[in-house]
C-alpha cells in the first residue's frame, strides 16, 4: 500500500470512529431523555465499550478495504457488545437491505431512530423507507419529528406537503403550507398551494380570497388580476373577469396575457368574431413575444382540426400574413412549414418554406435536413451537394450532413470526393454519435474502397461499420460477397451472409450472395436451392443473378437451363460477355 493511500485510509478512519464517537454521545444525551419516557437503555462496562471501539472501527475499516463479509460480521459482533448501537444498527441496514430485503433493513433503521431519535441521518433513511413502501403515515411521523429537529429546513415541509396530499389530509397539507410561508415568506407557488387545497376542498370563496392577497402583494404586476380573471372566467364569472382583464390593460396596454385571456372571454360569450379579431392582432403584432404567438398558433391549427369540415384555408391565410413581417426566429415559419406537411401540401410550397427558415437560421439542422431529403426525392444532387456543403460550414459535428454529402457525389460518379467526405464524417463520430449512421458511413466507405481495388482497407472499414451495428445488413451482404468472389475467410462469409437471409428471407440479392458462398465451398445442391430462390424473387432481373443461376445449374448437371440463363444474362448486358459466350459454346461452367 502506498503511504499516500495509507494516509488517506488513517484520515478516513478516524473520521468514522469521531463519528461513531459522535454518535455514542448522542445516544448518551438520548438516555436522559429515554429515561423521561420510561425508555431506558442499560449501560455497558467501561471494558465492554471499548471492545465495541475496536471492533467497530475494524468492520468500517474492512468496509473501505472491499471485505464486506468480513464487515457483516464484525458489525454483527459489535451488537452482541452493544445491543443498543445506533450507528451500527444503521450501517448493518444497507447489508440487510441487500441480504434480507426491506423489512430487515428497515428493522435495523427502526432500531437506530429509537435509540437515537435526535439524528437526521437515521431519521432520513427510515422516512425514505416508509414513503418507498408506501407507509405514508409512518412517513408523515417521521419526517414532523425531522421538521422539529431541523425547522429551517423547507425541503422536508415541501415532502410533507405531498405526503399530506397523497392522503388527502387537506387540513394538514394547508397547514404545512401555512409553515412554509412562515419559513420563507408568501410567494406564488405558496399562494397557488394554498388555492389548489382550497379548490379540493371546494372553498371556492378562500381560494379567491387568496388569489386576491397574492395581487394586493404585488400591486404593480398585472398578470395576478389576469389570474383573478381567468378564475372567475372559469367559475362562472364573465363579466366580472372582464373587468379584472380590462384595468390590467389600462395600466399596461400591451400584457400579451391579459389579451390572450380577453380571446378565452370572447369565445365564452359567444363572439367569436371578435376574439378571432385580437387572435389575429396579436399573432401580426411584432411586440408579441414568439412564445406567445407559437402558443396561440397551435390551438388556431388543434381548433381547426377538431372542425373535420372545414378547410385549412384561414390557417394558411394568417400564416402568411404573419410571416410576411420580418420574423427574429425561425420558430413560426418552422410551424407554417410542418402544417403544410400535415395537410400534404406541395413540396415546392414547404420546401420554399424550409429555405425562408434558412435565411433567418441558416444553423438550423432540422430544416436543412428536410430540405435535402425533399431534393434527394427530386434526384436533385448538385444542389443536395451545395445544401450540404453548406450545412457542413455551421454545423460541422453533424454526421447526417456527411452521409447526404457522400451519398450526393456518388451519384454524380465523384467517388473521390465521396471517400474523402465520408472519412471526414467518421472523423466527427463520437460515443454519442448515432450508431447506425456510423455504421452505414463506414459500410459505404468500405464499398467506396472496394471499388477503387483497396480490398484490405475495406474490409477493416467494413470490420468497423460491424462493431457500430453489428447487424449492418447491407454491409454484411456486400462484406460476405467480397470474400466469396476472392475465396476468402469462406466460412465466416456464410455466416454474416446467413444473417442478411434471415432477415430479409425474400431479398434475391441476399438469397443470391448465400447461394454463390455455397456454391463456391462446393455445396452445389445446397446452392441450387437457393439460387433458385434467389431468380423467383428477383423482380428486376438481375444479370449478375442470372448468371450465378446459370453457373450453379450447370455445375448441377442442367446444361440445359444453365445454357437458357447465360443466354439471358446477356441479354440483361453482364459485364463479361466473352466469358458467358464461352460458356454457352462450351456449354459448361467456366471460372
Given at each position: 500500500?502506498?503511504?499516500?493511500?495509507?494516509?488517506?485510509?488513517?484520515?478516513?478512519?478516524?473520521?468514522?470512529?469521531?463519528?461513531?464517537?459522535?454518535?455514542?454521545?448522542?445516544?448518551?444525551?438520548?438516555?436522559?431523555?429515554?429515561?423521561?419516557?420510561?425508555?431506558?437503555?442499560?449501560?455497558?462496562?467501561?471494558?465492554?465499550?471499548?471492545?465495541?471501539?475496536?471492533?467497530?472501527?475494524?468492520?468500517?475499516?474492512?468496509?473501505?478495504?472491499?471485505?464486506?463479509?468480513?464487515?457483516?460480521?464484525?458489525?454483527?459482533?459489535?451488537?452482541?457488545?452493544?445491543?443498543?448501537?445506533?450507528?451500527?444498527?444503521?450501517?448493518?441496514?444497507?447489508?440487510?437491505?441487500?441480504?434480507?430485503?426491506?423489512?430487515?433493513?428497515?428493522?435495523?433503521?427502526?432500531?437506530?431512530?429509537?435509540?437515537?431519535?435526535?439524528?437526521?441521518?437515521?431519521?432520513?433513511?427510515?422516512?425514505?423507507?416508509?414513503?418507498?413502501?408506501?407507509?405514508?403515515?409512518?412517513?408523515?411521523?417521521?419526517?414532523?419529528?425531522?421538521?422539529?429537529?431541523?425547522?429551517?429546513?423547507?425541503?422536508?415541509?415541501?415532502?410533507?406537503?405531498?405526503?399530506?396530499?397523497?392522503?388527502?389530509?387537506?387540513?394538514?397539507?394547508?397547514?404545512?403550507?401555512?409553515?412554509?410561508?412562515?419559513?420563507?415568506?408568501?410567494?406564488?407557488?405558496?399562494?397557488?398551494?394554498?388555492?389548489?387545497?382550497?379548490?379540493?376542498?371546494?372553498?371556492?370563496?378562500?381560494?379567491?380570497?387568496?388569489?386576491?392577497?397574492?395581487?394586493?402583494?404585488?400591486?404593480?404586476?398585472?398578470?395576478?388580476?389576469?389570474?383573478?380573471?381567468?378564475?372567475?372566467?372559469?367559475?362562472?364569472?364573465?363579466?366580472?373577469?372582464?373587468?379584472?382583464?380590462?384595468?390590467?390593460?389600462?395600466?399596461?396596454?400591451?400584457?400579451?396575457?391579459?389579451?390572450?385571456?380577453?380571446?378565452?372571454?370572447?369565445?365564452?360569450?359567444?363572439?367569436?368574431?371578435?376574439?378571432?379579431?385580437?387572435?389575429?392582432?396579436?399573432?401580426?403584432?411584432?411586440?408579441?413575444?414568439?412564445?406567445?404567438?407559437?402558443?396561440?398558433?397551435?390551438?388556431?391549427?388543434?381548433?381547426?382540426?377538431?372542425?373535420?369540415?372545414?378547410?385549412?384555408?384561414?390557417?394558411?391565410?394568417?400564416?402568411?400574413?404573419?410571416?410576411?413581417?420580418?420574423?427574429?426566429?425561425?420558430?413560426?415559419?418552422?410551424?407554417?412549414?410542418?402544417?403544410?406537411?400535415?395537410?400534404?401540401?406541395?413540396?415546392?410550397?414547404?420546401?420554399?418554406?424550409?429555405?425562408?427558415?434558412?435565411?433567418?437560421?441558416?444553423?438550423?439542422?432540422?430544416?436543412?435536413?428536410?430540405?435535402?431529403?425533399?431534393?434527394?426525392?427530386?434526384?436533385?444532387?448538385?444542389?443536395?451537394?451545395?445544401l450540404s456543403r453548406q450545412a457542413i460550414d455551421y454545423n460541422p459535428d453533424e454526421i447526417a450532413?456527411?452521409?447526404?454529402l457522400g451519398l450526393a457525389y456518388m451519384q454524380k460518379d465523384d467517388d473521390k470526393n465521396a471517400?474523402?467526405?465520408?472519412?471526414?464524417?467518421?472523423?466527427?463520430?463520437?460515443?454519442?454519435?448515432?450508431?447506425?449512421?456510423?455504421?452505414?458511413?463506414?459500410?459505404?466507405?468500405?464499398?467506396?474502397?472496394?471499388?477503387?481495388?483497396?480490398?484490405?482497407?475495406?474490409?477493416?472499414?467494413?470490420?468497423?461499420?460491424?462493431?457500430?451495428?453489428?447487424?449492418?445488413?447491407?454491409?454484411?451482404?456486400?462484406?460476405?460477397?467480397?470474400?466469396?468472389?476472392?475465396?476468402?475467410?469462406?466460412?465466416?462469409?456464410?455466416?454474416?451472409?446467413?444473417?442478411?437471409?434471415?432477415?430479409?428471407?425474400?431479398?434475391?440479392?441476399?438469397?443470391?450472395?448465400?447461394?454463390?458462398?455455397?456454391?463456391?465451398?462446393?455445396?452445389?445442391?445446397?446452392?441450387?436451392?437457393?439460387?433458385?430462390?434467389?431468380?423467383?424473387?428477383?423482380?428486376?432481373?438481375?444479370?449478375?443473378?442470372?448468371?450465378?443461376?446459370?453457373?450453379?445449374?450447370?455445375?448441377?448437371?442442367?446444361?440445359?437451363?444453365?445454357?437458357?440463363?447465360?443466354?439471358?444474362?446477356?441479354?440483361?448486358?453482364?459485364?463479361?460477355?466473352?466469358?458467358?459466350?464461352?460458356?454457352?459454346?462450351?456449354?459448361?461452367?467456366?471460372?
Open positions: 500500500m502506498s503511504r499516500r493511500l495509507a494516509h488517506i485510509l488513517i484520515v478516513l478512519l478516524v473520521a468514522i470512529f469521531s463519528l461513531g464517537h459522535g454518535m455514542n454521545a448522542l445516544a448518551s444525551k438520548k438516555s436522559s431523555k429515554a429515561k423521561a419516557k420510561n425508555l431506558s437503555f442499560p449501560s455497558i462496562s467501561h471494558n465492554d465499550s471499548l471492545r465495541y471501539k475496536i471492533f467497530y472501527l475494524e468492520a468500517i475499516k474492512q468496509q473501505i478495504s472491499g471485505n464486506y463479509d468480513g464487515a457483516y460480521n464484525l458489525l454483527r459482533h459489535c451488537l452482541k457488545i452493544n445491543p443498543h448501537a445506533a450507528e451500527a444498527y444503521f450501517v448493518l441496514s444497507f447489508y440487510d437491505g441487500i441480504l434480507g430485503g426491506d423489512s430487515l433493513a428497515m428493522q435495523d433503521i427502526k432500531n437506530a431512530s429509537e435509540i437515537n431519535p435526535e439524528n437526521n441521518a437515521f431519521l432520513e433513511r427510515l422516512a425514505t423507507g416508509y414513503v418507498r413502501t408506501d407507509n405514508f403515515d409512518g412517513a408523515i411521523k417521521v419526517y414532523e419529528k425531522l421538521s422539529k429537529n431541523s425547522p429551517e429546513r423547507s425541503d422536508i415541509l415541501d415532502i410533507l406537503i405531498q405526503l399530506y396530499a397523497q392522503r388527502k389530509d387537506y387540513d394538514n397539507m394547508l397547514a404545512t403550507i401555512i409553515r412554509m410561508e412562515a419559513l420563507e415568506g408568501s410567494n406564488e407557488e405558496t399562494a397557488l398551494a394554498k388555492m389548489q387545497v382550497y379548490s379540493m376542498q371546494g372553498k371556492k370563496e378562500e381560494e379567491l380570497n387568496a388569489l386576491k392577497l397574492l395581487a394586493e402583494q404585488h400591486p404593480y404586476d398585472m398578470n395576478y388580476r389576469v389570474m383573478i380573471g381567468n378564475w372567475l372566467l372559469q367559475n362562472g364569472s364573465p363579466e366580472d373577469a372582464f373587468k379584472e382583464y380590462s384595468y390590467a390593460l389600462e395600466q399596461e396596454p400591451d400584457n400579451t396575457t391579459a389579451q390572450m385571456s380577453l380571446i378565452d372571454y370572447y369565445k365564452e360569450i359567444g363572439q367569436k368574431q371578435k376574439a378571432d379579431s385580437i387572435q389575429e392582432d396579436l399573432l401580426i403584432n411584432p411586440n408579441t413575444p414568439i412564445e406567445s404567438k407559437m402558443l396561440l398558433m397551435r390551438i388556431v391549427v388543434a381548433e381547426n382540426e377538431k372542425n373535420f369540415s372545414s378547410d385549412s384555408t384561414r390557417v394558411l391565410t394568417l400564416f402568411k400574413k404573419i410571416i410576411a413581417e420580418p420574423q427574429k426566429t425561425p420558430d413560426m415559419v418552422e410551424l407554417y412549414a410542418a402544417y403544410m406537411s400535415l395537410k400534404n401540401m406541395p413540396q415546392d410550397s414547404i420546401s420554399q418554406a424550409l429555405e425562408k427558415v434558412l435565411e433567418i437560421a441558416p444553423d438550423n439542422v432540422s430544416a436543412r435536413l428536410q430540405l435535402i431529403q425533399a431534393k434527394w426525392a427530386e434526384q436533385d444532387f448538385d444542389e443536395v451537394i451545395s450532413f456527411y452521409y447526404f471517400l474523402e467526405t465520408m472519412q471526414r464524417g467518421i472523423s466527427m463520430a463520437d460515443e454519442d454519435s448515432n450508431p447506425s449512421l456510423v455504421s452505414d458511413l463506414y459500410g459505404i466507405m468500405g464499398d467506396l474502397l472496394h471499388s477503387m481495388g483497396q480490398d484490405k482497407e475495406a474490409y477493416q472499414a467494413y470490420d468497423s461499420c460491424l462493431q457500430w451495428k453489428d447487424d449492418n445488413i447491407g454491409c454484411l451482404n456486400n462484406y460476405a460477397y467480397y470474400l466469396s468472389v476472392e475465396d476468402k475467410d469462406l466460412t465466416k462469409a456464410e455466416q454474416m451472409s446467413y444473417r442478411t437471409i434471415q432477415a430479409e428471407p425474400s431479398n434475391s440479392t441476399y438469397l443470391d450472395t448465400f447461394a454463390w458462398i455455397l456454391f463456391k465451398q462446393g455445396r452445389y445442391t445446397e446452392a441450387l436451392q437457393y439460387i433458385d430462390m434467389a431468380i423467383s424473387n428477383d423482380s428486376t432481373e438481375s444479370a449478375v443473378i442470372i448468371e450465378h443461376a446459370g453457373d450453379i445449374h450447370a455445375i448441377n448437371g442442367d446444361i440445359e437451363t444453365a445454357v437458357d440463363f447465360w443466354q439471358k444474362a446477356l441479354e440483361k448486358g453482364a459485364e463479361d460477355e466473352a466469358l458467358i459466350k464461352r460458356k454457352i459454346k462450351l456449354k459448361k461452367y467456366e471460372k
